[in-house]
């Protein structure tokens, strides 16, 4: 499939073309959009469910809201707390600048450990730094556990959701795969497949040396990370390995496990619309004496990879606010006809429009990917923590024309907007010229043709002619008319909006 | 108190029954408005693709416009929206342009918000006997709030049968520009909205935005959908016209005039 991000060794997992051509690619795939369409609904319908049966849900956004707003406002104080005590727990706690970075810390502890295979639970960040690829060439074996992952990575894919990773697979496909993988036709059942999975997996987690997790919060007051899952395979990963290694996002931080709970109640709800996750971890060191289990070595590395970018930054900080819950994809009407792919870099829908150029600094490359978007703002209303993503993607834009990354025509076409905008007179003379240019164009009222900037337009829907006469040219005689009209309500109408007008003066303003 | 209209460019330009059916559903509840010709857009257009200062120098013409308004009434949840959602931020650089801007925020309502929330009018008295279905545009109901006071104008509507719109919520995919440069997409989605459309076997398609219902009705034609699409003002206008002749009230006449 011509319009999937392919994994790719040391690259940027970046795949070219504009977002308009791999758009175009996922419209003509009927099975993608067949399956991103039942899934992104079962999983928009179940968050509103959940929050609905959770009730007072603008609250708890609210408090979910001022809870990250607090935390990334003093993140270098929770970092710093959350670092100390994680090592006080035991666990050896290193920052990572960048993705390369990550990756060097990796495979550091990887080599000296000796490890041959790596067993990993689903994490967005090891996707963005790409170390799946690092590992195998480096000689480590790496196996991706989470069922999702698991079958991405048989593809070798990146991952078109951030919790759904193989959405855009359907059951028949997936059946192909793992047959492959076992070597034997393996039916499309879902029992039939995870159990052959489950089975093949195990062997892995028995013989892994080191095992990977992401982390979904880190609570700064005990050191802990705490992870979300559904599969019980990071707490295998976790648990089984001699070495526990966990990517967190520098960002990742709540200060307390009473605001872990605010969290845990928006997350699961958001995402799947599930009132907990089956499993949910919290893991503070390696195993202590008298543990049952658990690694000899537990190692949290804390990445920016461009992080550190957006603080300060008074359009982009709440980006740090995110908890990847996935909701603004669910929500989002681009991407369910366009699936993740199309969105050309690991994180996708709307907070992937925004969060890749964010990341990466380059605005002016990623420049299409903010157009993607009819600014619906569907993503803002899911969000648990109310980032407003649609804003997001029109500070992106203009942060694009500013660098002087323009489309020729658009900006021809935007001064000529400034032209004729910006007086009535000239509004009123390109009316009049526009209505006599449209003659040749306009059959019942409406105009067909596909030509110069109307083709997109016209592609899909007729257009409608100007009027033989604006608004403002009747204005005249129609306002003569409704005088008539007015007289009788006329008095009580003016009694309700001197009222109105009153109760709306703030205090201590003139009214002139 | 003075009452404004702020008429749309797109109303202006292509839709002038729209703030002709505005304008008259107001004189019919005592307002008897004006209209400041000095008014072009709200400069969304500009806005939305990244060129704030072409934006600027379209938005002030309103600010400009309507200094001395008390009130100022648009049939556009979207172009009140980036009044009151923009403005601010557009202006954030010039203090005292983004005073005026913030006033003029204070004071714009969109055309049902003004009717339900100031004048406080539910029941205009109209009769439409007709099926109706209402696509609530995303920037009207998500950036303005106005979710209740279409539905209570329409429930207060005698012989309309509202047929809830399925995925009401979600986008048709005009978002402006969006339309035209990401077309594909754009045109995936306005199908969707047409097949939710068609579903409900309604008469009529109303909404309070003509961006949104230009983008839907131009695909119905495109498509061969027999539904007539209005903008709400112009459902009421003609509902309180039908009422106010006897012989017309509740009568099967009003059927004859669809598109």
């Not at chain 1, 050896?92 to 067993?119: M, N, P």
């Not at chain 1, 499993?279 to 537990?298: F, K, L, N, V």
């Not at chain 1, 658009?410 to 509004?427: D, Q, T, Y």
């Not at chain 2, 001395?68 to 954030?92: N, Q, R, T």
Request: contains cysteine; proline residues 5%; aromatic residues 6%.
């Amino acid at each position: 499939m011509s319009g999937t991000v392919r994994r790719s060794a040391g690259g940027s997992g970046v795949v070219r073309g504009s977002v308009k051509e791999r758009a175009r690619i996922a419209l003509k795939d009927d099975f993608l959009r067949g399956a991103v369409r039942y899934t992104t609904e079962k999983l928009r319908g179940g968050r509103k469910a959940a929050a609905l049966e959770q009730g007072r849900w603008e609250e708890w956004r609210e408090r979910g809201r001022s809870i990250r707003l607090h935390t990334i406002a003093h993140l270098d104080y929770y970092l710093k707390q959350f670092a100390d005590n994680a090592r006080t727990g035991g666990a050896h706690v290193h920052f990572a600048a960048s993705g390369a970075d990550a990756v060097r810390i990796t495979l550091d502890i990887a080599r000296s450990a000796g490890a041959r295979t790596v067993v990993k639970s689903k994490s967005m960040l090891s996707e963005e730094v790409h170390i799946n690829e690092a590992l195998e060439a480096a000689g480590i074996e790496s196996v991706e556990t989470d069922l999702g992952e698991y079958i991405i990575q048989l593809a070798g894919e990146a991952p078109s959701h951030i919790i759904i990773p193989a959405i855009h697979k359907n059951r028949a496909q997936i059946a192909e795969l793992l047959s492959k993988e076992a070597g034997a036709q393996l039916p499309p059942d879902t029992k039939a497949l995870a159990g052959f999975a489950r089975r093949r997996l195990r062997e892995k987690f028995l013989s892994a040396d080191i095992g990977m997790t992401g982390c979904n919060f880190a609570v700064a007051e005990t050191g802990s990370i705490v992870v979300f899952e559904n599969e019980g395979n990071a707490r295998m990963v976790s648990t089984v390995p001699r070495i526990h290694i966990a990517l967190m996002g520098m960002e990742r931080i709540v200060p307390t496990w009473e605001d872990l709970e605010v969290m845990a109640t928006l997350l699961p709800r958001s995402a799947t619309g599930q009132k907990l996750t089956v499993y949910m971890s919290g893991i503070t060191g390696p195993r202590r004496d008298g543990d049952g289990d658990g690694p000899e070595e537990m190692h949290v590395i804390i990445v920016d990879n461009g992080r550190s970018l957006q603080l300060g930054d008074p359009e982009f900080q709440d980006l740090l606010h995110c908890i990847r819950c996935g909701a603004c994809l669910n929500a989002c009407p681009v991407y369910r006809h366009i699936g993740g792919h199309a969105y050309g870099s690991t994180y996708s829908g709307p907070i992937g429009a925004v969060l890749t150029p964010a990341l990466n600094r380059n605005v002016a490359e990623w420049d299409d990917i903010a157009n993607a978007s009819s600014l619906c703002g569907a993503c803002w209303e899911a969000c648990p923590v109310k980032i407003p993503l649609h804003d997001m993607l029109v500070y992106l834009r203009r942060k694009k024309v500013e660098r002087g990354r323009k489309n020729t025509w658009e900006a021809a076409a935007m001064k000529g907007f400034r032209v004729v905008m910006s007086n009535r007179k000239r509004l009123e003379a390109a009316l009049a010229l526009a209505r006599i240019g449209q003659i040749p164009l306009v059959r019942d009222g409406a105009i067909r043709a596909k030509i110069g900037p109307l083709k997109g337009w016209t592609a899909y829907r007729h257009a409608p002619s100007l009027a033989a006469r604006p608004f403002r040219a009747s204005w005249e005689e129609l306002r003569r008319g409704l005088a008539q009209t007015a007289a009788p309500k006329k008095a009580e109408a003016l009694q309700k909006l001197e009222r109105f007008a009153r109760s709306r003066q703030p205090e201590g303003r003139d009214s002139q | 108190m003075k009452v404004s209209l702020f008429i749309t460019c797109l109303c202006d330009a292509v839709y002038p029954r729209v703030g002709e059916a505005m304008a008259k559903v107001l004189a019919r509840c005592g307002v008897e408005a004006e209209f400041p010709a000095v008014q072009t857009c709200c400069g969304q257009p500009a806005f939305n693709s990244g060129y704030w200062p072409e934006a600027a120098a379209s938005a002030e013409t309103l600010l400009e416009a309507f200094h001395d308004s008390d009130f100022v009434v648009a049939p556009s949840g979207s172009c009140c929206g980036m009044i009151h959602h923009y403005y601010p931020k557009l202006f954030e650089n010039d203090p005292e342009k983004r005073e005026r801007a913030e006033r003029l925020a204070e004071k714009t309502y969109e055309f049902t918000q003004f009717l339900v929330n100031v004048l406080d009018i539910e029941d205009l008295g109209a009769v439409f006997p007709h099926k109706v279905t209402y696509h609530p545009s995303c920037h009207g109901s998500r950036l303005l709030g106005v979710r209740e006071e279409p539905m209570k104008l329409l429930s207060g509507v005698r012989g309309l049968e509202l047929v809830p719109l399925p995925h009401a919520e979600d986008c048709c995919g005009f978002g402006g520009t969006f339309a035209v440069k990401m077309s594909d997409i754009s045109g995936a989605m306005v199908m969707e909205k047409t097949d939710h459309v068609l579903e409900t076997e309604a008469e009529v398609l109303t909404g309070l935005d003509m961006g949104c219902l230009m983008n839907i009705s131009g695909h119905l034609r495109y498509r061969g959908g027999p539904v007539r699409v209005m903008h709400l003002a112009e459902l009421l206008e003609e509902g309180m016209a039908a009422a106010e002749r006897p012989t017309m009230a509740g009568s099967e006449r009003l059927g004859g005039d669809r598109l």
